[in-house]
């Protein structure tokens, strides 16, 4: 079965065969060597300098990183504005609210960009906001989110950014350079090409300085005092580290992230042009997607069903879209072990489903 869902991802045989590595006992030394590599690959997905930023891992999906950066970097006496334009912008002001974080939701229609001057509008107008939080790729629809400009919106200002990298770090650019990314929030499981289980924020050390966190198990400061000190507060899901490793070291080897998102750009363009041949239009032009995932109408004649359905009988499984968008959308992911021949086989399929 190949996996066009946004993750997880079909995955490599090196990476499986990974999986079938010694017992590790997490308490012993040959784990903290894979957790340090581990922590130095992901920093080096973006060169980014130690001294100045952590790779904090985690056990769990890419929620739980996010929980854990949101938990933890906006202060007591802070508030956060959330950018929301999509389901997981939602579910940022939605952990918001469960730990009690001041904050303000700024909400979009679903289909459209973050409007960046309504946020500067925001933030003049109330200068108690201290972050901002935002999707890099809103998964939802597959847009990319301008982090420049929202970047330079807050270091404008002396405010911080969260992101949500967890469908885009490791395929697209992230300017870690421009000042105010306080943090990005990431998993194994989607652009790495690892299994779930494995989770990271990667931090400035600046920010993880003042951390204080409100959940107990994902608190940030934690988890990265104890890493920095080779050990770790809990059990961590050693199997989807190993997977991590190796599959950090196969990224490197192809080419870093700037591969994967050529590698990504010809799928998601080949199986956009298929579709568009076919009837099927894109929701977003490419120029305003990510590489990752496009999102596209659901032909008149058929159900998202079955077309789901009939794909799956031949081996692929796509996407709905998400809440209203489920009636109008299907979404086709070329993340993973996914090469020209099989979307070229799923475009062949598609013709016949559509007949
Ligand atoms: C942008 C984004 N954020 C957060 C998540 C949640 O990740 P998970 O389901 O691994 O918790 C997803 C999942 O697809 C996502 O695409």
Redesign the pocket.
């Known amino acids: 079965m190949l996996l066009l869902n946004?993750?997880p991802v079909t995955l490599t045989e090196r990476v499986r065969r990974s999986l079938l590595q010694p017992d590790l006992c997490h308490r012993e030394s040959e784990f903290f060597d894979l957790q340090d590599e581990a922590r130095a690959r992901v920093l080096n997905v973006y060169r980014l300098d130690r001294a100045e930023w952590a790779a904090v891992l985690m056990t769990g999906?890419?929620?739980a990183a996010?929980e854990s950066m949101i938990a933890a970097l906006v202060p007591d006496g802070g508030k956060l504005l959330v950018v929301e334009n999509g389901v997981?912008g939602e579910?940022i002001a939605q952990i918001a609210s469960q730990y009690r974080i001041a904050h303000e939701a700024l909400n979009h229609d679903w289909l459209q960009a973050p409007d960046v001057k309504r946020v500067v509008a925001r933030l003049e107008a109330d200068r108690s906001f201290t972050h901002v939080a935002v999707?890099h790729?809103?998964?939802t629809t597959g847009r990319l989110n301008d982090l420049r400009a929202l970047g330079a919106a807050c270091r404008e200002r002396g405010v911080r950014l969260l992101v949500?990298g967890?469908?885009s770090f490791g395929a697209e650019a992230i300017g870690f350079d421009n000042g105010s990314i306080a943090a990005v929030a990431a998993?194994a499981n989607k652009c790495l090409h690892g299994v779930?289980g494995a989770a990271f924020v990667v931090v400035r050390r600046e920010a993880l300085a003042q951390a204080a966190s409100r959940t107990f198990y994902l608190d940030l400061g934690r988890l990265a005092r104890a890493q920095d000190q080779r050990n770790t507060p809990f059990t961590p899901s050693v199997h989807a580290y190993y997977a991590l490793v190796e599959a950090l070291r196969e990224f490197e080897e192809e080419g870093g992230w700037p591969a994967r998102h050529q590698r990504y750009a010809l799928l998601a363009e080949q199986a956009r042009a298929g579709l568009d041949a076919r009837g099927i239009g894109s929701v977003l032009p490419p120029s305003e997607s990510s590489v990752v995932l496009r999102s596209y109408r659901l032909p008149a004649h058929l159900s998202y069903t079955q077309l789901h359905d009939g794909l799956k009988a031949h081996g692929f499984v796509i996407y709905a879209g998400q809440g209203r968008l489920s009636a109008e959308l299907f979404r086709i992911s070329t993340m993973g072990d996914i090469h020209a021949a099989d979307v070229e086989r799923l475009l062949q399929v598609l013709t016949d489903l559509l007949r």
Do not use: A, K, W
């Open positions: 946004p993750g999906s890419g929620t996010v997981y579910r999707i790729h809103e998964t949500d967890v469908s998993t779930p």
